[in-house]
């Protein structure tokens, strides 16, 4: 019975990690670099909807639209002028230029909200029946775990149907021959920080509804889980993010009710390396030999 | 006899030119002590650290309205971190501070003080109560109880008023405060045959989800949760409980102290939270009331029990400082040597004990009491009844 709200504290944590991980792998799919200021997007998302839940007095649907707006713009705005001007530089620069970008909000968030933790408010306002609270669901987790599976298959149709979609998956597999087709790829990148950071604004407030710590590095932890999710799933690969941050989620809070709470963090990057080991490329990744 | 003439001799010279540097200063620094203050003003335990240096402050204005000798108070910000905390203490050994009201947290406390013992500079911390802190260092004084003190006056509580309970704990093993009130709880509680059903703990990196330790609680049938943490934590923890349902007593230690306070956090869920803690604002002796009243028109809240601490340390300092007959032209050693002798003989009334005295260890005595959250305020477990 108890393994059951393990498990779905588990699934609900891992849903999180998994919509986090989709904004991390999208990007690396199509624009081939690590974006490390992804866990800081989403808590600047978790700012914002808590101002416009609290100072701004909004109901709960608006503020996380103003949230997806304002990370969709700060995402756009993080790749034009930190990202863009280094697209032919090696992809090293870029990577110390995403964690510069990841210093660079946390601090922005500490001098513009202070350190002061704050304790965010739910934006879910209904409660289940007793029965199903009693196996440890809560509305958090239910809405958490059905704005993944919703997020996923929108996200899928859309790469997989839309015009747009087939843009980036051109631009994924080859950047010169997609731009001789007649393909903007500078537009199509930017296009993916977008849907990327409108994505991180919704885990944002997830995440802070589910765990109400709302601080200056509350995206830092949760964006690295979210990246080792994505790299066990297989980078670059939508369900292979999805699977990757479920699987974690559950390794993690079993991990933690059964072997020891400490030991949690360390057992869930053990998992990690052992699945590089035997699978490099991670579950679902493809394997993409290097033509000399 | 040699060397103390070099001394004196030495004294004179730097006199002279002190003299000869700024006369008005040197007015000044004669006139004045200089206390410096070190805690986090900001970070996650910044509630701390402003509460107890704001009542420092007011304990200073009010001595210094009193006439007689004057404090200069200078509060520096240590963020709740070791490292910062000894930089914070080396710009205040480099202001000429006499000394330290501090620090506000355990871990900081520790580094400060040992720098402190080896400088010779006294220290009195408002609220960081780990033996770690006084052990083997005779210039280190407590204004709070030891976390030894705490654990065991938990768990007498409980025994003497929740015989029955199926009691939990989880606590943030990777902190001296927290495991330290843990462990002399867990041995407190088996001696007074108490039952303790689980225990969960957490880490500095696994502090913000603790639903799987909540839904553990609950299996086990605990309905006595200790919480020997802080509030940042401890607001996630009565968070994630009531989103699946469970409603056991809380019951923190003097961490807990701050919880009502924090920013978006839903007071009702605190709601029927047990705490110990020395000092309750809405006591109704007069001292208490004219602090509280002078707080609020300051700092525009209700003072918590680290503002009471930070104040009780000031006059603490002020009656020990009077009764060693220290003077503010004295240096920062020898104010220290005066005080530690002083200190085990003195006993200060305050906002969080009557009738406070020390032994020579830096150990307080004073009675812990338990206070219950209602209607957002604390008030005596008699009174929610």
Redesign the interface.
Known sequence: ??FF??LI?GI??GSVYAIIALGYTMVYGIAKMLNFAHGDVIMVGGYIC?IAL?SLGLPAILAVLVAMIVCTVLGVVIEGLAYKPLRQAGSLAVLITAIGVSYFLQNAA?LIW?????????VVHFSLP?GL??I??????LITVLACIVIMIALTTFVNRSKLGKAMRACSEDKGAAQLMGINVNRTISMTFAIGSALAAIAGVLLCS??????PT?GS?PGIKAFTAAVFGGIGSIPGAFIGGLLLGIIE?LA??YI???L??SIVFAVLIIILLVKPTGLLGKYAPEKV | MKNTKKIISFIVVMTMILALCSVSAFAAEGETFKIGGIGPL???A??YGNAAMNGAQIAVDEINALGGVQFEFNAQDD?GVAETSVNAYNSLKDWGVQAIIGTVTTAPCISVSAEAYSDRIFMLTPSASSTDVIADKDNMYQVCFTDPNQGIASADYMAENYPDAQIAIIYK??DAYSQGIRDTFASEAESKGLTVVYE????E?????F???V??A??AGADMVFLPIYY??A??IL??AN???YEPTFFGVDGMDGILS?????ASLAEGVMLLTPFSADAEDERTQNFVAAYNDLYGETPNQFAADGYDAMYILYAALQEAGCTPDMSAQDICEALVGVMPTISVDGLTGQGMTWSATGEVSKAPMAVVIKDGVYVLPEAAE
């Open positions: 019975m108890v709200t393990y504290s609900s944590l808590y609290n500490q202070g350190a002061t933790p704050k304790n965010f408010t739910s007793a609270m009693s440890g669901l809560s509305s958090e987790a589910s765990y109400p710590v709302l601080q509350t932890m809070s933690k009710a020891s709470t400490t949690a963090n | 900001t970070g996650g910044a509630i963020t093993n990777d969960g703990t957490f880490t990196d696994t502090q913000t989800d639903s799987v330790q839904a553990a609950q299996a940042t934590p607001s996630v968070t994630q989103a699946i349902g924090v920013e978006g956090f839903d």
